[in-house]
């Protein structure tokens, strides 16, 4: 067997394997034999077909089968062996003036076309600048987190009239131009929560309605944002219908619901924090505080992941070998139309960018992913997930231990852990190589950024 390499573009490589015939037939042979015990045919006792008969039969079959097994093999050796970075999986290449007879003695030869990962430095260096934000909770965010809290855990009352952050149960009908009700239009019951209205007249006209009161309303001025999402969630149906909606809809007002807000008194204490670290409306609004803010401090790292990625695959120039891996997706995405595929290409090959940028900025910086890692970030969720159920009663050690094995069996799960730790280990080793200015921001502020 003979196997060469042509380079046929930057990123791209032909590999030719020759097969001759003394590669394959002691294979051959051993498949015929092993035929030849199993196989069931008429007039022939059961292990006792001759390998004659069986290669006069299924030889074909088999020659193809042994050629597919030794060529895989060959193939996959050969990537290892040479310590080729590939993308894709290699593409078979068609040879226009070759036929094989696929006789017992006949020599082969294969093609494959390979794209090659690049190679491209991805060094960081103080040079490179980025704002780390400190997001600080304000006080209407606090203030806010605070009511929903006292909602949460408030008693539903049912006035007479509707008031600004009450729910009103009605019946929604469409209606024609001319207001009177639309022929065959739509009419559904849903609950529609004040707060979400946008539209400051509509919302007025909204306020001070008792039962069997009727209000002519324009959905989607009432909503604005995401108007057509709600609307769908609202009449319960398909949203692409909603977004066509045009006409108005008159509620007519079946009851309306109200959440008085809990007390804050001890009680209220206890519930919301059953850490019992918290008795006075001064701690608990510095509780409320330090909770938004660890949040907060979360997405402002996930910024910083994104300015720095997006600062990289500027920097880096990251060559693909697009014609090569479009053909790659399209032969093993037979049932999806190549319109789609060219549509969606270009967020694939970022992707690929970002995931060739983290694989050598660890093997630059030589810290691995291992096993321990994956079952201690297992433990520490799974001991998150009992304390929001089971707060007074934890789990020991050797618990968590049984709990992580079972977790882990799952292989999705496994998988995506192991991404999580291997993408926060590629940004902390970032993190420790660029120059970061840390700004504090307020959490108003920090929305409106891009």
Not at 142 to 156: C, E, P, Q, S, T
Not at 396 to 418: C, G, H, P
Request: proline share 3%.
């Amino acid at each position: 067997m003979n196997i060469t390499q042509e380079k046929t573009g930057e990123l791209n490589a032909l590999v030719t394997i020759n097969i001759e015939a003394e590669d394959y037939r002691e294979q051959v042979e051993k498949a015929i034999k092993s035929y030849s015990k199993k196989v069931r045919i008429p007039g022939f006792r059961p292990g006792m077909v001759p390998k004659g008969h069986i290669k006069k039969l299924y030889g074909k079959s088999i020659l193809l089968e042994e050629i597919n097994n030794l060529l895989s093999d060959s193939l996959n050796n050969y990537i290892s062996e040479n310590k080729l970075e590939i993308l894709g999986q290699p593409l078979p290449k068609a040879a226009d003036d070759k036929e094989f007879k696929w006789d017992f003695g006949e020599a082969f030869d294969f093609s494959y076309e390979l794209g090659l990962a690049p190679d491209f430095d991805a060094k960081f260096s103080d040079k490179d600048k980025f704002t780390l934000y400190r997001v600080k909770a304000d006080e209407e965010t606090v203030n806010n987190r605070i009511k929903n809290l006292r909602r949460g855990y408030g008693k539903v009352s049912n006035p007479e009239e509707s008031a600004e952050g009450d729910v009103i149960n009605g019946v929604f009908t469409q209606l024609a131009t001319d207001k009177t009700v639309m022929e065959e239009g739509i009419e559904a019951p849903g609950t529609l929560r004040l707060e979400l209205v946008e539209d400051k007249k509509i919302l007025k006209s909204l306020t001070g309605l008792k039962e069997g009161d009727e209000v002519d309303i324009d959905l989607h001025k009432a909503f604005k944002e995401d108007a057509s999402h709600k609307i769908s969630h609202l009449l319960n149906i398909e949203e692409d219908i909603a977004k066509d909606l045009k006409s108005e809809f008159r509620l007519k007002v079946k009851g309306i619901n109200r959440m008085e807000e809990a007390e804050l008194n001890e009680e209220f204490f206890k519930k919301v924090f059953p850490e019992g670290d918290v008795s006075t409306e001064e701690e608990m609004r510095e509780k409320v505080a330090k909770e938004v803010e660890d949040v907060m401090g979360s997405h402002a790292d996930n910024k910083l992941q994104s300015d720095i990625y997006a600062h990289a695959l500027e920097k880096f120039k990251i060559e693909l070998p697009d014609d090569f891996l479009q053909r790659w997706l399209k032969a093993t995405n037979e049932n999806i139309p190549d319109e789609q595929i060219e549509k969606e290409y270009p967020d694939f090959a970022k992707n690929l960018r970002l995931t060739l940028l983290e694989n050598k900025i660890l093997k630059e910086s030589g810290v691995e992913v291992k096993s321990e890692d994956i079952i201690a970030l297992a433990k520490e969720k799974i001991a998150a997930q009992f304390r929001m159920y089971s707060a007074n009663m934890p789990l020991t050690d050797e618990q968590l231990s049984e709990y992580a094995v079972n977790f882990l069996q799952d292989r999705e799960r496994a998988n995506q852990l192991y991404e999580e730790i291997r993408s926060k280990t590629v940004f902390e080793q970032v993190k420790s190589q660029v120059k970061l200015n840390e700004k504090e921001i307020s959490y108003k502020d920090f929305l409106e950024l891009k």
